[in-house]
């Protein structure tokens, strides 16, 4: 199988623009972006509920995200010409370093079942069991029949709804009831992470230069890319409210500061879609841009 590598061999001749540049771009080569987002997510939620999380909770969140990103981006790589994927320099990153990634992510496994074992608890193992199975379900369809199983449930819509509860789980399982004020929250971040996954599609296929096409995204996610401006305004407004909400009701400061944070993202995401970056740097920003929560470090 060819697998192209000038784009990386280009990108890696490029004139070192320093240290921290050098760190965000291996950050997100490394597929440590989600993981981050995921762990920094679950612990703002648990700190918006009082409740407290051991070390491991945001490890076991972390680690397995990680797993499923890396298992997508080798895959990616291995069904490029079978399902007419178009690769970035992410997944041709995987390509030159696969053994590495197989050996870490052997590694990240063993780890992640150890801590399952001994350090998650029965209801965060059940209900995560089910999100895994069904995340499981779908990628495995997309990765065997190709895009043509987006035509049913896009992929864009699948990764915010898993993304989103996978990281309320922590928090949620660990709640004796006085769950409610929790749901709006993670249905507003569901919300973020779909127009944060539509927005990368969007910017990526716009500035692909290649022959290579897939076939158009799903209609959901073309209604966002279309209308992307009013949506992100949409649900800034409904962080507004879900903010106002906490406020009314009595609700713990670091809420209404979560509330904050996706109103904020929401605004980088409009701004980054006015932007002229390129599409790699898009994809960073776009992904820091969910590094919001931690505004709640300003809250003692």
């Not at 994927?85 to 063993?110: D, E, M, P, V």
């Not at 990765?143 to 987006?150: Q, R, T, Y």
């Amino acid at each position: 199988m060819a697998f192209a590598p000038t784009p990386l061999a280009l990108e890696s001749r490029a004139p070192t623009r320093g240290l921290a540049t050098g760190l965000v771009r291996l950050w997100h080569l490394l597929s440590l972006d989600a993981p981050t987002v995921a762990a920094l997510w679950a612990w703002g939620m648990a700190r918006a509920v009082k409740v407290h999380l051991p070390w491991s909770a945001p490890l076991l969140l972390a680690l397995g995200t990680w797993l499923l990103y890396i298992g997508d981006r080798i895959l990616d790589g291995l069904n490029d010409r079978k399902h007419g994927t178009k690769l970035r320099n992410r997944h041709y990153f995987y390509i030159r370093h696969r053994r590495a990634f197989l050996a870490a992510g052997a590694s990240g496994a063993a780890l992640l079942i150890w801590l399952i074992a001994t350090r998650m608890t029965p209801a965060a193992f059940h209900e995560d069991l089910i999100l895994f199975t069904l995340a499981l379900i779908y990628f495995g369809l997309i990765h065997l029949c190709g895009p043509a199983i987006e035509r049913w449930f896009p992929k864009e819509m699948a990764v915010g709804l898993v993304f989103a509860s996978a990281t309320a789980v922590p928090a949620w399982s660990r709640l004796n009831g006085h769950r409610l004020p929790l749901v709006p929250l993670v249905a507003i971040f569901a919300a973020l992470c779909w127009m944060n996954c539509a927005a990368i599609e969007k910017w990526e296929s716009l500035r692909d230069t290649s022959t290579n096409h897939r076939p158009p995204p799903h209609r959901t996610t073309r209604w966002v890319q279309q209308a992307f401006q009013p949506a992100a305004g949409a649900v800034a407004m409904l962080a507004v409210c879900g903010a106002t909400l906490a406020v009314s009701f009595g609700l713990s400061l670091q809420m209404t500061a979560l509330y904050t944070a996706c109103v904020l993202s929401e605004l980088v995401l409009a701004g980054l879609d006015r932007g002229h970056l390129s599409a790699g740097q898009l994809r960073i920003a776009a992904d820091a841009a969910l590094l919001t929560p931690l505004l709640l470090l300003l809250i003692p």
